[in-house]
């Protein structure tokens, strides 16, 4: 296991140290194959790719759309454009042609690369920055961040550390690289650290494949959000699922996780599930939960600051004490820009310094004076037992909707049911005023609750 942090300075020199002391060690296992390629040919590919964004016109500093999947064709660009001083900004292929065309736009791009090769852009140059992101967009319009190859070393470094990662580590690639979650955490930790990455399939997490994934790359771990995490919960329950295989340590990010489902995923695979907290302003991990040896495990916190200071601020911007909520403010070397990064989060943190977060301040339902987490009461209807999930919402101001997705093969009734449901366990100022049941919630691209779409659809 690794005792100590991989040092880079950015994405140019991400692989250097795995290319010089192990190049013929797997670094990707590609396709319906599995196909390894080792780090002396994903260093090969980013040179070809340097030089193609040459070729292409592109100068240091300008700005290149990259429309892939999780890929090989990712990883090489990604790469070798940072070779060439490019700033790469990672898109969403599945966005609509509008959609796409205006994050282009917002980007700065000045080429797309997709699987058709290079095409012109209208955009200028962002010099000194490494990557330019998109905010999930779970409660409002997607927002670009800028982040530096210093920010970049910076989140690499404390996920490595947090986690251990070393060169015997594996994962397979659950969460979309367009995304901090999945670019910081799955591929650019595992390969700094030595270790391999499994991309699946047509480029994208298949709950069918997942289990033949895990045993193909000989994964000792995974991150993915709460929805997959539940998905594969449920399809454990089927009679021919392959028993997973023994894993380090499981890892959750990206919205809370519902405790019982914690507990039964634990398990499932035998093995500790972390929850984490990140955003992509901050270059993806703020805080986790520690691996078992280094710190006690604190189910419904997201655990301790990695590698950045925490506080946690109330309305009239003094720190509040332990135990008391406000908004969670971080800084520290991941951070997008300087100072204190507001994050819009409510929390608390107790004596040890993990954290609890009550949902985003904007979320918050004011109601008779008193102000309402919604995923507070999400996590009250999550424990119904034909509830599988919940989104909580304001109506028309001070009154409260919810809607409800059933369990797969339960009925739920009446919305009365749920209603009597919640006031046997909710003060009655958090009580539902209606309930809607809904094939499926809104999702983001990146598995999150959309609580925008939400409350355009039923609020």
């Given at each position: 296991?690794a005792?100590s ?9 991400l ?9 013929h ?25 340097a ?12 700005v290149?759309?990259?429309?892939a999947g999780n ?19 990672p898109?969403?292929p ?33 010099r ?8 999930a ?6 927002r670009t ?35 901090g ?19 699946p ?9 997942f ?24 399809r ?5 699922m ?5 894993l ?6 990206g ?11 634990e ?12 955003m ?7 805080a ?25 601020v ?25 100072g ?16 609890s ?8 339902i004011?109601?008779r ?28 101001g ?21 209603l ?9 100022v ?6 809607v049941?809904?094939?499926a ?8 609750l ?7 659809r039923?609020?």
């Amino acid at each position: 296991m690794a005792t100590s942090a991989p040092t880079v300075t950015g994405l140019v020199d991400l692989l250097d140290r795995q290319v010089r002391a192990r190049p013929h060690a797997p670094a990707l296992l590609v396709g319906d194959e599995r196909v390894p390629l080792s780090y002396g040919e994903v260093d090969a590919l980013a040179e070809r790719a340097a030089e193609r964004c040459v070729a292409a016109g592109l100068r240091a500093g300008d700005v290149l759309g990259l429309v892939a999947g999780n890929s090989v064709e990712f990883v090489g660009v990604l790469l070798g454009a940072a070779r060439a001083g490019v700033v790469v900004a990672p898109l969403d292929p599945a966005l609509s042609d509008v959609e796409l065309r205006a994050r282009v736009k917002a980007s700065g791009a000045r080429a797309v690369f997709s699987g058709d090769g290079f095409v012109e852009a209208e955009g200028g140059g962002r010099r000194g920055d490494a990557l330019v992101l998109f905010t999930a967009g779970a409660t409002g319009r997607a927002r670009t961040v800028s982040l530096t190859h210093a920010n970049v070393a910076a989140a690499v470094h404390n996920v490595c550390a947090t986690y251990a990662l070393g060169p015997e580590d594996a994962t397979v690639a659950v969460m979309p690289f367009f995304h901090g979650h999945g670019l910081f955490a799955s591929l650019l930790s595992t390969l700094a650290s030595g270790g391999r990455v499994l991309l699946p399939a047509g480029g994208r997490f298949s709950a069918g494949t997942f289990w033949a994934d895990l045993r193909a790359a000989g994964a000792s771990w995974f991150t993915a959000v709460p929805t997959i995490h539940e998905e594969l919960l449920e399809r454990s329950a089927d009679a021919d699922m392959p028993v997973p295989p023994p894993l380090r340590f499981v890892r959750s990010c990206g919205a809370p996780l519902n405790a019982a489902t914690q507990r039964a995923l634990e398990r499932m695979f035998g093995a500790p599930l972390l929850s984490a907290y990140g955003m992509t302003e901050a270059a993806h991990q703020i805080a986790s939960e520690p691996l078992p040896q280094d710190g006690p495990l604190k189910h419904g916190t997201v655990g301790r600051a990695t590698g950045v200071r925490l506080r946690v601020v109330g309305r009239d911007g003094r720190e509040c004490a332990a135990g008391v909520r406000g908004e969670v403010w971080v800084a520290g070397p991941t951070v997008a820009g300087e100072g204190w990064l507001r994050t819009g989060d409510l929390g608390s943190l107790d004596e040890d310094g993990y954290l609890s977060l009550a949902g985003r301040i904007e979320s918050l339902i004011v109601r008779r004076g008193l102000s309402i987490s919604p995923e507070y009461v999400e996590d009250v209807l999550a424990g119904c037992p034909a509830v599988a999930e919940a989104a909580v919402f304001a109506v028309g101001g001070e009154r409260i909707g919810a809607a409800v997705v059933a369990v797969r093969g339960e009925e739920c009734g009446e919305p009365s049911e749920i209603l009597r449901y919640c006031r046997e366990r909710l003060a009655a100022v958090a009580v539902p005023d209606r309930v809607v049941f809904v094939p499926a919630l809104p999702r983001t691209a990146q598995g999150g609750l959309d609580r925008l779409a939400v409350r355009e659809r039923y609020g």
